[in-house]
């Protein structure tokens, strides 16, 4: 196990993060970002209606808080996401994308 030192111990007040909106190509995202170096952490809420306008190719690590997600791969598989679940997916492993018709929140690692 190796633990990097330059990374020091970091409490997040998540009600303090800005918001970021990102549209879909239906509903929306809000996005609350955190950096720390080359590590993105990030609370995301998808509207109900809401499904990407891309294909993704970052490796994520997905915690579902709440609600249900969909991601479709683009080799035709779908998973749903329920709240309780994680999924997690490498760099240029799997092109995927999300949609959900009732909404989710999120905890993302990338």
Partial sequence: MTIDPSIPFTLIDWETVPAERHNGETGHAEWKVLRIGDIRVRRVEYS???????WCDKGHVIFC???EMTTELKDGRTFILKK???YHVGDN??????????????????
Avoid: P
Wanted: hydrophobic share 35%; charged share 20%; proline share 0%.
């Fill in 48 to 54: 109900s209606g809401y499904r990407a306008d891309h």
């Fill in 65 to 67: 808080i709440d609600g």
């Fill in 84 to 86: 309780g679940m994680s």
């Fill in 93 to 110: 492993a799997d092109s995927h994308r999300s949609a959900t018709i009732t909404g989710a929140s999120l905890f993302i690692v990338d």
